[in-house]
């Protein structure tokens, strides 16, 4: 007598396994693509409501969604450039 096991071709069983590889990593994919997006979004508002709109903080360097400002050395501050400095720099 026969155990209740069905017989597949190697390559009707590689088929199969393939199209359920693809498919998995397809979700795969998608799953990481909105998990990035939805830290990335996370992360700015972070930025945007608790920081005050500031990227960068630091003693030397502030970049954020208003601002963007350096360290100068000859005044010992931090300077604020101004949207048409950054367009004369090339920043846009």
Excluded at 45 to 52: G, I, M, P, Q, T
Excluded at 59 to 71: A, E, Q, S, T, V
């Amino acid at each position: 007598p026969t155990a209740g096991f069905t017989m597949v071709s190697r390559e009707h069983a590689g088929t199969r396994m393939g199209l359920l590889q693809q498919r998995c990593t397809g979700h795969l994919l998608c799953a990481l693509t909105l998990l990035e997006a939805t830290g990335a979004l996370a992360l700015m508002l972070y930025a945007l409501l608790w920081e005050a709109g500031n990227l960068v903080d630091l003693p030397d360097k502030r970049i954020g969604f208003y601002n963007f400002c350096l360290w100068n050395e000859t005044a010992g501050q931090l300077q604020c450039l101004e949207y048409r400095h950054l367009q004369v720099m090339g920043i846009s």
